[in-house]
Each structure stands twice: as C-alpha cells, then as structure tokens.
C-alpha cells in the first residue's frame, strides 16, 4: 500500500480504492471470470457494492435470489456475478475503444513529461469505486486522480483498462503530492496489492501496451515511465515491492525475457 510520511489525510487516501473484502474464486466457464464473495460491512448497500463490482443492482440481486428492495446486514456474504472477459485485444494489445479514446484526446505537444504507475493497494476495486472515493471522501473535484485504471479480475475484468476523464479532457493528475508533477504526469493505477502478489499476466501485457501507445501518443521516450515510488517527493512503496520495474522496462525496450511476471511461488 502506498505509504507517506508528514503529509495530509487527502495524500494517504489517493491510492485507496476502498475497502472491500478479496474476492474468492470459485470457479467457472472459460469464459467469465471466477465468482467472487463479498462479505458486508456497516453501511453497505447493494447499489455501493454494484457500483465497486461493475455490476447492476439487478444482475447482483437476481444472483444472489433477493430482491433489489430487500435489506442486507453486516456479515452477510453476497456473490458477485462473474465479469466477462474483456474485449479482445487489438492492435499491439489495446481494444480498439481504448485506441480510439487515446487518439482522440487532444493532446498538447509537451504537455506530458511522466507516466506514473501506481497499485491500488486493495485486492479489488473499479474505475467508478475509486472515482467515488476520491471525489465523497478525498474532496477532488474531478474524482479519479489517475487517467487510466487497469482491472486484475476482482471488480474490473482481468487486463481491463478503464479510461478515465482526467485522460479525456487531458485534465492534470491528482496522484502524486506536487502540484508541478501533477501537471505534466499521467497516472495509471493496477488494481492490486503488490506488496502482496504480482500483477496477473493480462494486467501486465495491458500496462505495457497502453504504456506503448501512450509514449507514442506524447512524444516521449521510455525514461518517462515512472513508478509513483520513484517519482513522489514523499516516501512510499506503491506500487509494491512485488511490481518488477526492470522486468517491464527490459520488456518494453524489447530486450527479450518473459512475457509476464514469473508466477507467484
């Protein structure tokens, strides 16, 4: 989890995407993700835990055989419908909605310096799930403080990437304590704790085809791929001890080796 030390609440609270329960798979077709099991909390309810998951109170209350009105209690566990896939990849690994949003935003030539790479510090979470928590409980006007947000299966499908606004409107980021880095960094947050498992492999052939594509679409050279510990005036471990920097910037000079991070022992 990201870290900081004499900084505000509103800077430990960025790399939150909430507070949910892991996921536990349970199995599945081939084709969907394994189900998950969310256990409630204080103050839950269902269209929260829709909104955190990416699916509607409808689907979440069918699957679970209540109904959309019915209350729910702490301690009570809910399965989570299975997420499909997602869309295939296309052109060097990205989905052509994907390719589309980041050829459309009406990039500033050297507008952009860095692209920061974050973790979630959480087991699952979503682009609208940490949108909301960083708009209702850190105060950010624009929500989301990162551009993108890439899934690993546990509320987003695995390898998903959500585009966010702050890409679309070419906003500043809200994910590193400095305005002035702010201004010229991209942020792209991994749903995951890396101090605690690697990335999945989709995760990981997702973040380097979007860091592709964006170098590409701003002009810049691989030293500005950046990792929010190397990059942040103040001290923290994001994204994980567990995200292998080398390995991916090995990976994208096209030096070779796996094509992924080395399975979890």
Known sequence: MCKGTGWSRWWLGVCLACALEPGRGAGGEPALEAERVYVIRKHD???RIGREHGV?????AKHNRILPADKIYEGQ??????????TEAKEGGLPAEVIAAIDKAEVVAGRW???VIHHSGTESGTLKGIDEYHRDRRRMEHGLAYHFVVGNGHGMPDGEIAVGTRWTEQLDGGHLASAELNQASLGICLIGHFDRQKPTAQQWASLKALLRALLARCQLELEAVKTHQQINPIHTRCPGRRFDTKLLLRELEGDGGPAGPPAAP
């Not at 566990?77 to 997602?86: D, E, V, W, Y």
């Open 45 to 47: 309810t269902l269209s």
């Open 56 to 60: 509607s109170v409808k689907d979440l």
């Open 77 to 86: 566990r809910l399965r989570i419908p299975s997420a499909p896939k997602p």
């Open 113 to 115: 310096q860095h692209v």
